[in-house]
């Protein structure tokens, strides 16, 4: 797997979420959105653009992916 940088977390309490909440709205777990603040599970690309959506930031931002 390869590594990266989650500020999920960040963008998640910018946008007044919990982490049930985000969970709740993106169709995943609460376990899944700890695993990804955490960068310990690689989002697929529909699940990086629905949190995207829900947190209202850019993808890249969200999560970074060192070249």
């Known amino acids: 797997m390869e590594q990266y940088i989650s500020h ?3 963008y ?3 946008a007044e979420l919990t982490q049930e909440e985000l ?3 993106v169709g995943v777990r609460r376990e899944t959105i700890i695993r ?12 990086a653009v629905d949190i995207s959506r829900a947190v209202k930031a850019p993808i890249e ?4 992916f060192p070249e």
């Open 12 to 14: 998640r309490q910018l």
């Open 36 to 47: 990804l603040e955490s960068a310990k599970y690689n989002p697929s690309l529909k699940l």
């Open 23 to 25: 969970a709740n709205r």
């Open 61 to 64: 931002d969200i999560f970074v």
């Open 8 to 10: 999920l977390k960040k």
